[in-house]
């Protein structure tokens, strides 16, 4: 619970600086929308850490069993899994995104860990079999961990600024070459720049310079319609003649 609570408190400092407009003199250009997921990257090395120290705990009490009142361990849990679906249900009304995502897996987690508690205080209650409850930690850790290293992966990748796993790049690519008027893509980059925005820059050779605001339109259209909203073309013709770089921002 404690745990869940510091990953709360993460997740909330984060969605309040991502919020914030960028401000000098750090000239964050883009905002502080990443923070988000340096943020879900904390929290799912937490959540890996939490999993191995329970697991390792659960190892001692295999070997050595102590006593258990399983009356009262059912009580807490009961207590504690109402706390956390009354958590998870505010957290599933907000976005969805990497950040709520990581607070959401600590507090699930905790949750499937009272279910287990509350399953091992009623057979050790009614048999006195103690054994189940650390088999149960293993096995509830095993089923965390496995959530874990799937959000782990994807907010190192967020972190590092990769192409969104639902994004395929070159789709995308071939959307950009088929605008009319564009010969080629290339140079073609697509990154995160905050949880729910994208931003996307690219070369696009045309053939006809003159031509290029009606065609910058339809890029941005394009763009816009793969979810990026953020977008920066440079266009060049096949003589080599550059005009000068666009920033579009929408």
């Not at 969805?96 to 279910?115: E, F, K, T």
């Not at 967020?158 to 395929?168: D, E, I, K, S």
């Not at 080629?184 to 310079?209: C, G, T």
């Amino acid at each position: 619970m404690v745990t869940d609570g510091v990953s709360l408190g993460i997740s909330a400092l984060a969605a309040c600086l991502a919020a914030r407009p960028p401000q000098p003199p750090a000239y964050l250009w883009f905002g502080s929308g990443r923070v988000e997921f340096l943020a879900a990257l904390i929290n799912a090395v937490s959540m890996v850490a939490v999993v191995f120290v329970i697991g390792s705990e659960a190892w001692q009490r295999l070997q050595h069993p102590g006593s258990i009142n399983g009356a009262t361990v059912s009580i807490v849990a009961v207590l504690g899994l109402l706390i956390n679906l009354v958590v998870a249900w505010l957290l599933s009304r907000g976005e969805r995104n990497l950040n709520v995502r990581a607070a959401m897996l600590h507090v699930m987690g905790d949750a499937l860990g009272s279910v287990a508690a509350i399953a091992a205080g009623v057979v050790i209650w009614l048999t006195g079999w103690t054994p189940i409850d650390p088999l149960l930690s293993i096995l509830i850790g095993g089923l965390i961990l496995a959530s874990s290293v799937g959000l782990l992966r994807a907010a190192s990748h967020a972190t590092l600024a990769g192409v969104p796993f639902t994004m395929n790049i070159e789709l995308v690519g071939q959307a950009l070459a088929e605008v009319p008027g564009v010969s080629e893509v290339h140079d073609l980059h697509v990154w995160p720049i905050a949880s729910e925005r994208l931003a996307l820059s690219a070369h696009v050779l045309v053939a006809n310079l003159a031509s290029w605001p009606q065609t910058l339109h339809l890029l941005r259209a394009v763009a816009s319609d793969q979810g990026i909203d953020h977008v920066t073309f440079q266009p060049e013709s096949p003589a080599g003649e550059l005009q000068p770089i666009q920033f579009v921002r929408r």
